[in-house]
């Protein structure tokens, strides 16, 4: 039972452009999201992330957007770095300190 | 910048014997947990854990899993008869209230 769902397990992007992670999720009750990077052989570190009252949230090169209706996330990095290669996860919980649910993360490949 | 620190980075078993999986949360977070990712799936809950008490726990904390926080800085993961199954990377994870969590670097956990 796959509550968060990444259904592109690889994707290839060349340096400079722009890389669009997506992500759906099943459960309406869930209100905090985030995305997660991770490297090999480390374990994963927080990237983003955004609340279910807002639709956009900021940081730099990366945006996050949400779009309730469609119950989809997405991770726009822009631009591109080849050191923004890693496997990257979208987690989503409940309202309160609730574990996070885990989707199968997709793994990015910035080429130069 | 403060860590989660997990030893040992790998461990090798045997099956049906107890493994201990140490970790060092950052000191001023409250809220610890164990996730774990078999190779190739996603990265899934254990148990959370928080005021010297289990929180929450998933289907797959089941009574051969325990966790204890002896002296207030260490937090484990005890494993009392391995089996095959377990064999994965096992993540340490603390936050503070409401917020993101960090993950300590894992520890490689092989059942043979």
């Known amino acids: 039972d796959q509550q968060v769902k990444q259904n592109s397990p690889s994707l290839s992007v060349q340096e400079g452009r722009i890389s669009i992670l997506n992500c759906d999720y099943t459960?309406?009750?869930?209100?905090?999201f985030l995305w997660y990077k991770k490297y090999p052989a480390e374990g994963p570190t927080f990237l983003i992330s955004?609340?279910?009252?807002?639709d956009k949230n900021e940081d730099g090169r990366f945006t996050v957007f949400l779009n309730k209706s469609a119950k989809h996330l997405s991770l726009h990095i822009v631009p591109s770095q080849p050191g923004d290669s890693a496997v990257y996860f979208c987690?989503?919980?409940?309202?309160?300190?609730?574990?996070?649910?885990f989707g199968k993360g997709t793994r990015l490949s910035v080429i130069a | 910048e403060p860590e989660v620190t997990q030893t040992p980075s790998h461990q090798v078993t045997q099956m049906g014997q107890e493994v201990i999986l140490r970790c060092v949360p950052i000191?001023?977070?409250?809220?610890f947990y164990w996730y774990r990712q078999i190779l190739g799936q996603k990265v899934e809950f254990l148990v959370s854990?928080?005021?010297?008490?289990?929180?929450?726990k998933s289907e797959i904390f089941d009574d051969q899993f325990s966790v204890e926080r002896p002296d207030g800085s260490n937090f484990t993961l005890k494993i009392r008869s391995t089996k095959l199954e377990d064999s994965a990377m096992y993540f340490c994870?603390?936050?503070?209230?409401?917020?993101?969590?960090?993950f300590g670097s894992g520890t490689q956990l092989s059942v043979l």
């Open positions: 000191s001023n977070h409250l809220y």
């Open positions: 955004i609340s279910s009252i807002k």
């Open positions: 854990f928080y005021n010297n008490e289990i929180s929450e």
């Open positions: 987690a989503a919980r409940y309202s309160g300190n609730t574990p996070l649910v």
């Open positions: 994870a603390s936050s503070r209230e409401e917020e993101k969590l960090f």
């Open positions: 459960n309406s009750m869930f209100d905090y």
